[in-house]
């Protein structure tokens, strides 16, 4: 974003050179009409699908910093390349509300489908069902205790634990750096590990970690007697608007 110029030149050069569509993210500049002639930039040097992420390079913390769908709305009205948005989507109901609001043709999430792999599945963690959600011990407990008293009623109830282990499974067939697989581990169990801080803490103790040793960390997880379930988000007609449309 310091040198357009040289951006620009690199993704003329790639969508010459390359037999497959380019595509390109970005940042919102400060400015408006700085973001909107980006895109335009890109756009006519050749970029073939464009990600914008609501927020500027220097608002990193996307918990208290709300990205802004408005200048993703106008990146959307004036090019005529396809449009990801990205920022602020937690939950599925997030993705119908951006879809909307921004008039992008996909959306993007990062941190938060670290948490929630199930997210776009249209699961969201229990700790996210609770209002003011702490990170203390204590509050977190009693809410899984509500948890427990209602998991009957839900339909397909599934738990971080479960897709942990499927994560595991893709990771013996498909072999990525340790430190990916710690940091998944601890996005993952993170409530659970507030409730637990023994297995986090021997967790990371592992100098060199092991999938029977995370198996058996998790199954140990599983044995205790909270249990932390995805519940399905809420039904809603919003979450059918597209195809109303």
């Not at 993170?190 to 199954?219: A, C």
């Amino acid at each position: 974003m310091d040198n357009l110029p040289l951006v620009e030149s690199l993704v003329k050069n790639l969508a010459s050179n390359l037999s497959v569509p380019v595509s390109c993210k970005i940042r919102m500049f400060p400015s408006l009409e700085d973001t909107i002639a980006y895109a335009k930039m890109l756009e006519a040097a050749g970029c073939s699908l464009l990600a914008v992420h609501g927020r500027t390079r220097d608002q990193k913390d996307g918990k208290s910093i709300r990205a802004d769908w408005a200048v993703i709305n106008a990146v959307k009205k004036a090019v005529r390349i396809p449009v990801l948005a990205n920022g602020n989507i937690r939950y599925l109901e997030d993705v119908y509300d951006c879809l909307r609001e921004t008039g992008a043709d996909g959306v993007l999430s990062a941190e938060s489908i670290l948490e929630n792999p199930a997210l776009f599945a249209g699961y969201q963690l229990m700790a996210d069902w609770a209002d003011n959600a702490s990170s203390q011990a204590e509050v977190v407990l009693e809410k899984y205790e509500r948890v427990k008293r209602t998991e009957l009623e839900l339909k397909n109830p599934f738990n971080p634990a479960t897709l942990l282990l499927e994560y595991f499974d893709l990771c013996e067939k498909y072999p990525v750096p340790w430190r990916m697989v710690r940091g998944h581990v601890h996005r993952m169990l993170g409530d659970w590990f507030r409730i637990y801080p023994d297995l986090r803490e021997e967790l990371n103790k592992q100098s060199k970690l092991t999938l029977e040793w995370l198996r058996d960390m998790v199954h140990q997880l599983m044995e205790r007697d909270i249990k932390l379930v995805l519940r399905p988000s809420t039904p809603c007609e919003k979450l059918r608007y597209k195809a109303s449309s």
